[in-house]
């Protein structure tokens, strides 16, 4: 039997390893190559992004460069539950934040798809305002944030506040209030 991944985990942002370099001129015969791992819808936006941040951090634009290479990375072992640690910075309203964020999830596009999600609830920011400058697995020693390090249990449990009823051979015939499933 083949494990097919949940189409609800699925997420509409990929991973994308984007190299490109400055056209080869005659005073620069090899120019440095630059590469860089993107987190875009397709591959369109992701290399639009890769432009962006060449013309912020080299002084290259897509116009006198050129790319050698745009590809989507796909998870390695994409059904086991993985601790992941972004650091990123965003713009907000006040100005320019560093951050570090956990996140627990089965790739690292559903990190970030919940990171982007995050980001929105709680500062408003928006995916153009954010810049992820580095995303990584980490073990389970190495994680920071108390409501990452709570689901790390060996043997994790639930409360199960509300219980199914009783099946009818086991139900009174005659109660003096009415059933509930909630037990504490």
């Known amino acids: ?59 290259l634009k897509k116009s006198n460069g050129e790319l050698l290479a745009c590809e989507q990375i796909k998870e390695k072992f994409p059904l086991r539950v993985k601790n992941y640690g972004v650091l990123l910075r965003y713009d907000s309203r006040t100005g ?10 089965t790739t690292k596009e559903g990190a970030i798809a919940q990171l982007y999600s995050e980001m929105a609830g709680r500062h408003r920011a928006r995916a153009s305002s954010i810049n992820i ?29 509300h219980l199914p009823t009783l099946q009818k051979e086991y139900r009174k015939k005659f109660a003096s209030k009415r059933p509930s499933t909630y037990r504490m």
């Open 1 to 59: 039997m083949v494990k097919k991944i949940d189409k609800s985990l699925n997420t509409n942002i990929h991973q994308y390893h984007i190299v490109g370099r400055a056209v080869p001129t005659a005073k620069d015969k090899n120019p440095n190559v630059y590469r860089m791992c993107i987190f875009a819808k397709n591959d369109t936006n992701a290399k639009s992004r890769f432009w962006y941040f060449m013309k912020k951090i080299n002084k």
């Open 96 to 105: 320019t934040h560093n951050m570090y964020k956990e996140f627990r999830d």
């Open 133 to 161: 400058i580095r995303i990584s697995e980490i073990s389970s020693s190495l994680v920071r944030r108390p409501h990452i390090k709570q689901l790390l249990k060996r043997r994790l449990r639930f409360p199960a506040l």
